[in-house]
Antibody
Framework: EVQLVESGGGLVQPGRSLKLSCAAS????????MAWVRQAPKKGLEWVAT????????YYPDSVKGRFTISRDNAKSSLYLQMNSLKSEDTATYYC??????????????WGQGVMVTVSS | EIVLTQSPTTMAASPGEKVTLTCRAS?????MHWYQQRSGTSPKLWIY???KLASGVPNRFSGSGSGTSYSLTINSMETEDAATYYC?????????FGSGTKLEIK
């Protein structure tokens, strides 16, 4: 059974940093692209970052580019999201997800339970 | 950026009723993917590559469409189908989601 378990969330002040982790199990982690998706309170879904199997390629929307860094450790079956210069608009539940990277059919297969990040003074 | 517009925003359906949710893209996309999110839970992949049902999805669900217009249909609404449904395109970056359709049971 695929399991994705996020951790590392919490309350952080604007301008500070936070690092999220995601522990994966139940599948061959190193064979899959991975991603982060977030959801602000009572709002819709927003893609945050994607990383290739080796970690050599990463993708971000403009809203987080230059502030967030996605990384992975295949030996530990773990995914990370380093978030710097946090803003109040980054307040959201952050989901770790496996990512199907098949040409133009890119989608999120499996999702974790999510971890809450609150940016407030 | 490809903007996805879902309609309706909210709707209610009676058990047994046929339901159609729509997702329109601002530019042509190759596929549309759909997610179901029940209240208080994480999203689940529901339909991928426009018309393929994810594992465990009942066959009363179907997906169709092409170009800029896509839909998700429930043949006969059941109480467990009450949820918010999001469409998502992966044809170009940035990957984008629609704002969701909240489907309630009448």
């Amino acid at each position: 059974e695929v399991q994705l378990v996020e951790s590392g969330g919490g309350l952080v002040q604007p301008g500070r940093s936070l690092k999220l982790s995601c522990a994966a199990s139940g599948f061959t982690f190193s064979n899959y692209y991975m991603a982060w998706v977030r959801q602000a309170p009572k709002k819709g879904l927003e893609w945050v970052a994607t990383i290739s199997t080796s970690g050599s390629r990463t993708y971000y929307p403009d809203s987080v580019k230059g502030r967030f860094t996605i990384s992975r450790d295949n030996a530990k079956s773990s995914l990370y999201l380093q978030m710097n210069s946090l803003k109040s608009e980054d307040t959201a539940t952050y989901y770790c997800a496996s990512f199907n990277y098949g040409g133009s059919a890119r989608y999120f297969d499996y999702w974790g339970q999510g971890v809450m990040v609150t940016v407030s003074s | 950026e490809i903007v996805l517009t879902q309609s309706p925003t909210t709707m209610a359906a009676s058990p047994g009723e046929k339901v159609t949710l729509t997702c329109r893209a601002s530019s042509s996309v190759s596929y549309m993917h759909w997610y179901q999110q029940r209240s208080g839970t994480s999203p689940k992949l529901w339909i991928y590559e426009t018309s393929k049902l994810a594992s465990g999805v009942p066959n009363r669900f179907s997906g169709s469409g092409s170009g800029t217009s896509y839909s998700l249909t429930i043949n006969s609404m059941e109480t467990e189908d009450a949820a918010t449904y999001y469409c998502q395109q992966g044809s170009s970056y940035p990957l984008t989601f629609g704002s969701g359709t909240k489907l309630e049971i009448k």
